[in-house]
């Protein structure tokens, strides 16, 4: 039985006849009740590490769900009283595209439970927000270049993901590699020429190496230094010029790690540049023939 409030004036009377005990028998009316569910706009904020990625598609039962602004991007997700956004995780996802075609990752939220998402609901009205991170980790964007010097127009397919290369020029691809089974597998003109590392080297300061890819297969490369010196260090430059370059094996596909120019000239001098340093360039030499052993 609900109880209900006392009048005022039977608080006076039972001042006045010193029947404050039969208060007891009534109460101030409770407050609306607090532990109903009503439906509820989820409001979704990114992880601090995907905030200033724009490569990232919230997916919510098949459907793109937009963000909602630029510095602090919101994603809302409508749902019904009785359905629990944890309940639904499988169905929730960051889209991301591949070179096998877009994938969905696994996702997880601030919070792991009914008991939580439903408290945070209540206590919010009716618009609760959670934080979304990545369940496992992204592929991290790949470079490839496709070296078709002396070559004629070709196409190149890496996964599913294909690039036509001008006669003679030098073409470039970015992309994610994806998980299906040819993601790795680089053929020219529907045949297979050889697999990209499928764990790229890293440089000093742990980015991945970008890959190359001689498409005629009569390319030998090095790696040589380059330096910039104002004419106070010019000395100490002469120095550094006397790094060995790198030759890299003959082979269709290499790495270069810690390269800052590929297949292209480095400027001469930097404009206004005080100081010394020295970069990697990577660039074709001349392959040397194999020696062959032999009684004349």
Not at 75 to 102: F, H, W
Request: aromatic share 4%; with cysteine; hydrophobic share 35%.
């Amino acid at each position: 039985m609900r109880i209900l409030p006392c009048p005022l004036q039977w608080l006076g009377t039972a001042i006045i006849l010193g029947l404050a005990p039969a208060l007891a028998s009534c109460d101030q009316a409770p407050p609306p009740e607090q532990n109903e569910v009503m439906g509820t706009t989820v409001e979704i904020q990114l992880d601090a590490k995907l905030r200033h990625g724009k490569t990232y598609e919230l997916v919510f039962r098949d459907k793109v769900v937009p963000w909602g602004g630029d510095l602090s991007p919101l994603a809302k997700l409508e749902l019904g009283a009785e359905e629990y956004l944890v309940d639904q995780i499988s169905k929730l996802g960051m889209r991301i595209d591949t070179n096998c075609g877009p994938e969905t990752i696994p996702v997880e939220l601030s919070w792991q439970d009914k008991a939580t998402e439903r408290r945070r609901r209540v206590e919010t009205g009716g618009k609760a927000r959670a934080i979304l991170s990545l369940a496992k980790p992204a592929p991290m964007p790949r470079v490839v270049y496709l070296d078709n010097h002396g070559g004629k127009e070709a196409a190149v397919t890496i996964g599913t993901t294909s690039e036509k290369v001008a006669a003679g020029k030098l073409a470039r691809m970015e992309f994610r590699t994806g998980s299906c089974d040819k993601a790795l597998t680089v053929t020219l003109e529907g045949k297979v020429v050889g697999e990209l590392p499928k764990e790229p080297k890293k440089s000093r300061a742990g980015v991945q190496a970008p890959s190359v890819v001689d498409l005629n297969g009569r390319h030998c490369y090095q790696v040589r230094t380059h330096v910039y010196a104002d004419a106070k260090h010019a000395r100490n430059a002469a120095n550094l010029k006397q790094t060995p370059d790198e030759m890299l094996p003959k082979q269709r596909i290499v790495e270069a790690p810690g390269v800052a120019h590929i297949l292209e000239v480095p400027p001469e001098a930097k404009k206004g540049y005080t100081g010394i340093s020295k970069v990697k360039v990577l660039e074709r030499r001349l392959c040397t023939p194999r020696r062959t052993s032999g009684h004349g």
